[in-house]
């Protein structure tokens, strides 16, 4: 099946420590994005591809990090700069050209800081 | 700055309820509107995607509408169900802003039996 696939679905770190998010896709989509969702809030735009070796910041990009070396694969890093990464990440594709932008998610991590 | 609205917070409806979820949005240049349902602690589902040239979509029994002269997005949710219990999320990509979504915060909605 056709997919976005993130892992670790739940992650622990301690302050300081830097932590990898995993984001893959079958759908041969060209681009990709990071989202965080906060309680009560909308989901914010961290970086986005929209084809490899290439990425954008968005919003709210300080403390993190991406790559995109392959087409199916977009990991993030949340580094110890960020301040306050305890939130609910989601990776989500798209087709770019062509398309309608039609956006499509991966099932989240949750990360939490101990 | 291009921001988008949800309104309300959450809602609470019996079961066989016809209901009416509200988005609204700053800028009229917008490129296309997406509904998501998310369920708690797990990923978005894409429900409808209406593209600026459109005025609805529809879905079994969700239909979904967007007015770019008031900025007004509105999903329709037909004899509604407790399996419908979700949070539902409007997004709009806005011209500049190629596939580069802005989201509301979304209504938490319950059906009770």
Redo the contacts between chains.
Sequence with gaps: DGG?T?SPKYLFRKEGQNVTLSCEQNLNHD?M?W?RQDP??????IY?S?IVNDFQK?DIAEGYSVSREKKESFPLTVTSAQKNPTA?Y?C?S?I?SGG?????????S?LTVL | KQE?TQIP?ALSVPEGENLVLNCSFTDSAI??L?W?RQDP??????LL?I?SSQREQTSGRLNASLDKSSGRSTLYIAASQPGDSATY?C?G?FSGG?????????TRLAVHP
């Design positions: 976005i993130q681009a994005y989202y009560g809030q909308g989901l914010r735009l986005y929209q968005g609910f989601l989500a798209s770019t309608t932008g039609e956006l499509f998610f991966g099932e989240g949750r | 988008v917070a490129y296309n997406q998501f602690g797990k990923g978005l589902t894409s995607l593209q999320l997004a990509t190629y596939n580069k979504l802005i989201f509301g915060a979304g």
